[in-house]
């Protein structure tokens, strides 16, 4: 059952970084998963917190491309509640 149809088609142009992946991830037609269940996240959903420094537009693209992950991967993106020690922070850094 092919869950992932891919997003290889997807383009992001924020202009920021994204820190702490491996360099070898790539956004690709291959598939690359991790086996260990201790390593994925539960049910496939990813709380997330945003940097307040974005402006209304780079928000919106941020949003954009959420909405192309839900619709192209078995990934979802929720916000965080708060209570999540575990959670990815999209933020702006200088480079």
Same mark, same amino acid.
């Given at each position: 059952?092919?869950?992932?149809?891919?997003? +290889?088609?997807? +383009?992001?142009?924020?202009?920021? %970084?994204? @820190?702490?992946?491996?360099?070898?991830?790539? #956004?690709?037609?291959?598939?690359?998963?991790?086996?260990?269940?201790?390593? #994925?996240?539960?049910? $496939?959903?990813? &709380? /997330? $917190?945003? +940097? &307040?420094? /974005?402006?209304?537009?780079?928000?919106?693209?941020?949003?954009?491309?959420?909405? @192309? /992950?839900?619709? %192209?991967?078995?990934?979802?993106?929720? &916000?965080? +509640?708060?209570?999540?020690?575990? /959670?990815?922070?999209?933020? %702006?850094?200088?480079?």
């Amino acid at each position: 059952m092919n869950n992932n149809p891919g997003i +290889s088609g997807c +383009s992001f142009r924020i202009g920021d %970084k994204l @820190q702490g992946l491996d360099a070898s991830l790539r #956004l690709t037609t291959h598939r690359n998963g991790v086996s260990r269940v201790a390593k #994925l996240w539960p049910n $496939a959903r990813i &709380p /997330y $917190a945003i +940097s &307040p420094h /974005y402006t209304p537009h780079e928000r919106a693209l941020l949003a954009r491309a959420v909405k @192309q /992950y839900h619709e %192209k991967t078995c990934i979802r993106f929720v &916000p965080r +509640s708060g209570g999540e020690p575990d /959670y990815l922070f999209i933020g %702006k850094v200088d480079g």
